[in-house]
Nanobody, 118 residues
Framework: QVQLVESGGGLVQPGGSLRLSCAAS????????LAWYRQVAGNQREMVAF???????VYGDSAKGRFQITRDNAKNSFYLQMRDLEPEDTAVYLC????????????WGQGTQVTVTV
């Protein structure tokens, strides 16, 4: 059974930092591409960051210069370090593990709430 479990969300003041974690099980983690998305109720899901199996990274515009995505294949986990948080970063953050080549798959975590407020 595949599971992706996020943790690390919470309430933080503007300018603060948070580190999100996503622990995966049931997949071949090292050959998976990984991503963080975020979603505000009523809005489309927004890509935050990708990290590919070869460790290349891609960031969405909102994340550039403030967020960092990393992975630890030994722990089957990946992370999103967020700093200089703004109220506009408030959202449910979801982790995603996927492959675009055989065997294709895409799995999602349940999401973790990040709230940035004074």
């Amino acid at each position: 059974q595949v599971q992706l479990v996020e943790s690390g969300g919470g309430l933080v003041q503007p300018g603060g930092s948070l580190r999100l974690s996503c622990a995966a099980s049931g997949i071949v983690f090292s050959s998976s591409d990984l991503a963080w998305y975020r979603q505000v109720a009523g809005n489309q899901r927004e890509m935050v960051a990708f990290i590919f199996s070869d460790n290349r990274v891609v960031y969405g515009d909102s994340a550039k210069g403030r967020f960092q995505i990393t992975r630890d294949n030994a722990k089957n986990s990946f992370y999103l370090q967020m700093r200089d948080l703004e109220p506009e970063d408030t959202a449910v953050y979801l982790c995603n593990a996927y492959r675009t080549s055989f065997p294709k798959f895409s799995y999602w975590g349940q999401g973790t709430q990040v709230t940035v407020t004074v």
